[in-house]
């Protein structure tokens, strides 16, 4: 049976200017914008996708990394299914946080659900600080999947999503 109303609910968090916003953005709309708003509290945005050939919404959470909207972002951990956790390849204070990041996670979420680690802005590679191998250790560590993207290049973007899609499921 087909069940349209079917959807996941998928949390970005991440420090601020990693790409999150720039990420949920290339996979809802397929476009990609160098200019830099940072985001102000949430925002979603849907896009349907067929997992196990069933389609389902997958609702992109996108939250503000700025320390001071982190009151706010807690407030959505708990009613996601899949959360990706960002850093930016070029910003080794962004990969050093990730572990703070997956602290907030496992302190103020339901357990039961998927986590990603992304490494995000793999197109810049001669400014690259944080190595593939890195960000697979780190991730082994966590005990989650990982996976670097290019919001600019859409290097990886439907495969993260698909992934963690059919994770869920
Ligand atoms: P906050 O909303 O402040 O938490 O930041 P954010 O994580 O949402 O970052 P955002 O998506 O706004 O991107 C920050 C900057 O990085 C923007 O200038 C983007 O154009 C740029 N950017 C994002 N993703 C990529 C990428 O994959 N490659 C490159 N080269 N630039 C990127
Ligand atoms: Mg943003």
Do not use: H
Not at 19 to 35: A, D, L, Q, Y
Not at 56 to 65: N, S
Request: charged share 30%.
């Amino acid at each position: 049976m087909i069940n349209e109303e079917r959807y996941f609910k998928i949390l970005i968090i991440g420090d601020t200017g990693v790409g999150k916003s720039c990420v949920m953005v290339r996979f809802t709309e397929e476009t990609f914008n160098e200019t830099y708003i940072s985001t102000i509290g949430v925002d979603f945005k849907v896009r349907t996708v067929e997992v196990n050939s069933q389609p389902v919404k997958l609702q992109i959470w996108d939250t503000a990394g700025q320390e001071r909207f982190k009151t706010i972002t807690r407030n959505y951990y708990k009613g996601s299914q899949g959360i990706l956790m960002v850093y930016d390849v070029t910003n080794s204070k962004s990969f050093e946080n990730i572990k703070n990041w997956s602290k907030e996670v496992d302190k103020f979420s339901n357990n039961s659900f998927c986590k990603y680690l992304v490494g995000n802005k793999c197109d810049l590679q001669e400014k690259r600080r944080i190595t593939y191998g890195m960000g697979e250790k780190l991730a082994n560590e966590l005990g989650i999947k990982f996976f670097e993207s290019s919001a600019k290049t859409n290097k990886n973007i439907d495969e993260i999503f698909n992934s963690i899609a059919i994770d869920i499921d």
